[in-house]
């Protein structure tokens, strides 16, 4: 991250959640620019249970894939196989 406009612009998202978790319950704290910077870098309990449900239904997504893809397969290989025998 870096503290040029472009570079705050880019990370507005994940500022305004630092800022959040600096100012609690309308109590100011006094904070230094690496503390924001770590507030930034820190990731909750709830995001990696999020990432962890997403990388969960993608892997069983191409789990999926490659079911139907191997089943594809096996009925070419019958329909070859049955006109071939015609």
Do not use: P, W
Request: aromatic letters at 8%; glycine letters at 2%; charged letters at 35%.
């Amino acid at each position: 991250m870096s503290l040029d406009e472009e570079g705050i612009c880019q990370t507005a998202f994940e500022l305004i959640f630092a800022f959040d978790e600096v100012i609690s319950l309308g109590h100011k704290e006094n904070v230094t620019v690496a503390q924001v910077k770590q507030y930034c870098e820190m990731e909750s309990h709830e995001e990696k249970l999020h990432k962890l449900l997403l990388q969960n239904k993608i892997d069983e997504t191409k789990r999926r894939m490659k079911e139907e893809a191997s089943k594809i397969d096996q009925m070419k290989v019958f329909v070859y196989s049955y006109t071939k025998n015609i």
